[in-house]
C-alpha cells in the first residue's frame, strides 16, 4: 500500500521560519494534504496540492512539491506560539476518494518563546 | 465558520459494551466519514457514506461496526461489542463532494477508551 512518512518532532524559535517534511510513495497523480492538530481538537485543513504545482503559497504558509523525490514540505514563517501543534501530511491517488487517504504520523512542531 | 462536531469528546466503556459515536456534519454536506487513530499510530479510514448508504469501507469496518444517519443531521458510529483494540480517537468528517478540492472537515474527536 502507499505510505507516508514524516519525522516526529520539531522545535523552532519563535519568530523563525518552520520546514515540516513529508515523503510519500505514490507516484500517479494525487492530492497531497496538510492538516493542523492543537490537543483537543480536530484536524483543521490547511491547504492542499495536486501533483501537477511545484508550489503553493497562503499568507504565512508554502507548500513545495518535488514529485522527482516525491518530497513534500510545509514551511511557516515568522513561527508563533499559537502554531504549536501536530501537522500530518495526507496523501491521496486521484484516482480514489477520501477513502483512500494515507495520513503521516505526524510531526509535533514546539514553538519555543 | 460551519464545523463538525462530535460528542461524547471521550467515552469510557467496558469490554463487550455497545457504544455509539455521535456525530452532526456540516449541514450542507453529502458525504461522511469516519476515521480512527490508535494512539501513536496513524490515522485510518473507515467508512465513508453517501445517500443514506456505505459507499465505502475498510478491513477494519467488520461486523461489528455500523453506520446510521437517523435523522437529517447526526451521523452515529455503533460498534456493537467492544474490544480492548478499539480504544482510539474516532474523527467524523464530512465534505460536500466527493472529490478531492471539495476539502474534508473533520470533528475534534471521541477518545474511546475500552477496559
Known amino acids: 500500500g502507499e505510505d507516508v512518512e514524516q519525522s516526529l518532532f520539531l522545535s523552532v524559535r519563535e519568530g523563525d521560519s518552520s520546514v515540516i517534511n513529508c515523503t510519500y510513495t505514490d507516484s500517479s497523480s494525487t492530492y497531497l494534504y496538510w492538516y493542523k492538530q492543537e490537543p483537543g481538537a480536530g484536524l483543521q485543513l490547511l491547504t492542499y496540492?495536486?501533483?501537477?504545482?511545484d508550489m503553493k503559497q497562503d499568507q504565512r504558509l508554502t507548500v513545495l512539491l518535488n514529485k522527482k523525490d516525491k518530497h513534500l514540505s510545509l514551511r511557516i514563517a515568522d513561527t508563533q506560539t499559537g502554531d504549536s501543534a501536530i501537522y500530518f501530511c495526507a496523501e491521496i491517488p486521484n484516482s480514489g476518494g477520501y477513502q483512500k487517504v494515507t495520513f503521516g504520523t505526524g510531526t509535533k512542531l514546539q514553538v519555543i518563546p | 465558520e460551519p464545523e463538525v462536531t462530535q460528542t461524547p469528546s471521550h467515552q469510557v466503556t467496558q469490554m463487550g459494551q455497545e457504544v455509539i459515536l455521535r456525530c452532526v456534519p456540516i449541514s450542507n454536506h453529502l458525504y461522511f466519514y469516519w476515521y480512527r487513530q490508535i494512539l501513536g499510530q496513524k490515522v485510518e479510514f473507515l467508512v465513508s457514506?453517501?445517500?443514506?448508504?456505505?459507499?465505502?469501507k475498510s478491513e477494519i469496518f467488520d461486523d461489528q461496526f455500523s453506520v446510521e444517519r437517523p435523522d437529517g443531521s447526526n451521523f452515529t458510529l455503533k460498534i456493537r461489542s467492544t474490544k480492548l483494540e478499539d480504544s482510539a480517537m474516532y474523527f467524523c468528517?464530512?465534505?460536500?463532494?466527493?472529490?478531492?478540492?471539495?476539502?474534508?472537515?473533520f470533528g475534534n474527536g471521541t477518545r474511546l477508551t475500552v477496559t
Open positions: 496540492i495536486f501533483s501537477n504545482m
Open positions: 457514506f453517501y445517500n443514506n448508504e456505505i459507499s465505502e
Open positions: 468528517a464530512s465534505s460536500e463532494a466527493s472529490t478531492l478540492n471539495s476539502p474534508l472537515h
